[in-house]
Each structure stands twice: as structure tokens, then as C-alpha cells.
């Protein structure tokens, strides 16, 4: 019986060829008598073959995203194969208790359902890809197939495919190993995955309690909200923007939300997207229950296309000009094109709404830099920031590093938070015995000590900044007095030029009256002389 639905397939191809071979010789005979005969082929063909198959393919007609329905079966054979098939295919998923079972190619199993016997078999065919290659290229495709017998026909498909898909969602949500995906892998456009086991929790997340409480309740209630977003008419996502320094535990707070809610994490590194097109078959390829994560976003995409093109503007020269797009046409061909608005219809553009719900996490230590657009509410929702560490978070780490609720040094590691910055990470270091022989208490002198260092460090930094400050404001005003001396020293000389020339143009004008009258006096005297002569 192992392999009845082969069987089966053998005798409907024997049947086909029947056909055919029936379809050749049908012009020879007349025509009543051919569809006398074809009456009564079909009605043979189906004496012999009462049997029904419905294949269900990996992956939806488009080849874009794989066949749900495929998945839910994959499922829910894989628990019936584990017991009823001889050849199976095993996969073994890190941090899960038992071997994963799944039907190896070309095997059947058979189930039952209200009394009704039915058979899965587990198939894949190769076609040839129309390409150029020397090498062959070929499209491979899996598939089951469920054969079952025609008089059941109402039943398998009243009832049986839905609950195959039902049982089968329910047993894949009970196995669910939590998976990173990452798609940087040089594949394209692929995704791959390893299994998620990031150990962080919101328990364990250093942060003030209120601030906590409030994104825990925020995210509780988004993965209640299916009918919520549905009634309001919005894709069921949520856009989080997690900024703040290095160190105060924005991935930590990622990887707590995938604790929290159950969910996989996608680590979409930008700069490895070809383009805008590619960013979309990745979303495409993302399923429910996913954190979509770009960290660093502010390093991830270029914003500043603009600059660039300002830059070749402002090359006056020919060649310049020309080595600088050279440049530029070279880093273009290496690096992503992925431009901002692709990004921005890749959180909310109409793609964005398949698959399911879905949170989207942006990660920065410069909030500032940020396009506005990327980070407005609608996209980014919730913008949380975490900052250094207060004594509330303090406490958190105390507990988890040192199973410490209370002691008296807190008391100054207190005073000390409030005076001088130290990151969660650093707190988190410092607090972490080095050897067997550390306990709590030289841990915490430990960091006692560090926050000194860090608070003197920083009064240092300070003065250095102050002085540097003083020196720099002492010199621009030195710099401004010279410029105004300068230009009162120019000021005074052009005036004493002036004043020079105006005597000198003055004195001129007097010679010249002084010669006039000279030459005037002289021709009067010569003219008396003449008179008297
Ligand atoms: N708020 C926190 N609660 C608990 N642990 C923390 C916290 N912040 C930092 N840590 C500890 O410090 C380490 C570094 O933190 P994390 O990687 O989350 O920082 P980050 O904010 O993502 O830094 P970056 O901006 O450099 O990526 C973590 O492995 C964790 O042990
Ligand atoms: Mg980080």
C-alpha cells in the first residue's frame, strides 16, 4: 500500500496514453460512433481510476513567497511520518530536544480521517531553465500530493484541507525554534538563517521601570491587535526607533522583544541590498511574527546624494570634474542604490502590508541625522531612547550579575550615577566577577571605583574642554582686536594721506596764483616801461 498513489499515477499515465493514441485514430471512425466511444472511454477510465490528487506546491504560482498551504502540510506530515513513513529526512535544530523528522523525497504516508483513508506523497521535479549557460539550469519544485478516493471528495475538501492546515499551523507555532535571519550572505536576495537564542530578557534589561512597563504594554497589546488594525484599516505593524549612545542596550532591547513576543528576527543589512527592487523580494520573503531589524540606520543608507552632486558643481576644473564622477560611477557600482524613499515603501508602502504582523526596528546613536521623513510617527511610532545608566537600571544589573537586592554601597554608587555618565554595558562590566574569588561586594567596589575614575575623568575632561574653550575664545578675541586696530591704523593713514595731498594740491595752487601774479606783474612793468619809453 506504501506506494499506492504511484501506483495510481502509473495507471492514469497508461490511461492518458490511451487517450492520446485514442485522439489519433478518432478521425478514422465516423463520428457518432467516436463519441460513442469516448462516452464510454471516460466512464471506463473513471470504473478503473476513482481515484482524485491535488498537489500543493513549495511555492505560490508567482515563485515569490512559499506556499503557506505547503508549510501547514510540511507540518502536519511531519508529525505523521515521524511514525508511519520508512524513509524520512532528518534535520537537526540546534537547541531543540529532539531530532526534526520530515518525508524524504518519493515517500508516502498515509493518514485517516472520519473513516476516510488517504495518501500524501512527497515529490519534487526538475525543469530546465531557458538559459544561455553551458551548464544547465534548472527550476526545482516540490510538492505533495494527496491522493484520496473520489467518493471522499466532499469530505477532503469540506473538511480534511482545513484541518491538515489548522493542525498544521498549531504543530509548527508548538516547534517554533525562533530564527535569525540575515540576509548578507552574498546569496542575493536571499535570506538565510541560524537558530535565535539570544538569552536577553525585559527582566533582565537595565532601564527604568516605568519606561519598561510602557513598551511591554505597547508591544502586548500590537500582538493582540490583529482585528485592532484590521477595524482602523491599517497593515498590522509597528515601527520602533531605538536611539541613544553605544552601550546602553539598544540590540540588548531587540532581542528581549523577540523573547517577549515569540517572534523571528530579520537582521536586514542595508548596504549588502542592491537596490530598491531587491529590498522588496527581501520584504516579500519575510513572514509573520518577524522583527524586521536595520541597525545603525543612519550609517546604512547614503543621504547624501545631494552633497555629492553639489560637490562635482562646485569642481571648477575639467578634469577634476571628471575624476570625481569616475569616483563616484565606481563606488555606485560597489555599493547599494538603495535610495530613501525605498526604504520608505519598504515600512509602509503597499508591499509592506503582506504577511502579517510585524514590527520594524530602526537602531541609531544619532537621532539627529536622520532624515525626518524616515523617523515620523506613522513609521517609526515609538521613539524610545535609551540613555546612561540611572540607579533604577543599576538595580537590574545588581540583581542579575550579583543577586544583589540591596547593600549599602548603593548608597554611593547612587550619589555617583547622578554625577558622572556611565553606559549600561560599562555598569554591566564592572559588575561581572572576574574570578572565584571576586565576590559581590568587590564588585561593587569595583565599580565604585570606576565611576571615580570615569567622574574625574570626565572634571578633567571638562577643564581641558573649558581651557581649550577660554584659549579659543581668547585667541578669536586677540584676532578681532587686531583686525580693528588694523583697520583703525588704515583708517588714520588715509586720513593722513588725504590731509597730505589736500596741502600739497593746496600748496600748488598757491605757486601757480603766486606765478600768475608774478607773470602778471612783469607784464605790467614791461608795459610801464614801454610808456615811459
Ligand atoms: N540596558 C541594558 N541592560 C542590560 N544590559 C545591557 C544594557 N545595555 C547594555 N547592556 C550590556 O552591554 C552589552 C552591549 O549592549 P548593546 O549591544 O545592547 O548596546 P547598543 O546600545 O546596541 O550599542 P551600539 O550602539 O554600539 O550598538 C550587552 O551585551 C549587555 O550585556
Ligand atoms: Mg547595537
Redesign the pocket.
Known sequence: MAKMGDMWGQLGSVMASMMFAYAMFKQFFPDNLGDILEKYGQKLVAYVYPYIQITFDEYDSDFYRRSEVYSAIQSYLSAKSSTRAKRLKAHEVKGSKALVLGMDENEEVTDEFEGVKLWWASKKSATKKASFSFFPDYDERKMYKLTFHRRHRDVVMGSYIDHVRQEGKAIAVKNRQRKLYINNTGKGTKWSHVVFEHP?TFE????DPKEKQSIINDLLKFGKGKDYYKKIGKAWKRGYL?Y????????????AISNLMNYDVYDLELTAVKDNTELRKLLIDISGKAIIVI??IDCSLDLTGQRKKKKVEEAKDGDEKDQILKKQEEEENTTSKVTLSGLLNFIDGIWSACGGERLIVF???YVDKLDPALIRRGRMDKHIK?SY?CYE?FK??AR?YLDLETHELFGTIERLLGETDM???????NLMPKSDVEDAVSCLKNLIEALEAAKEAARVKAEEEAKQKAEEEAKLKAEEEAKQKAEEEAKLKAEEEGKVKAEKEEKEKKDESTKEEVKCNGTLVEKVINNLI
Do not use: F
Open positions: 536577553a533582565t534589561l537595565a532601564m531605538l541613544g549612545p553605544p552601550g546602553t542596550g539598544k540590540s540588548t532591547m531587540i532581542s541597525e545603525d537602531t541609531t546613536n535609551l545608566c537600571a537590574v544589573l542579575n553606559t549600561p554595558a560599562d555598569v554591566a562590566e
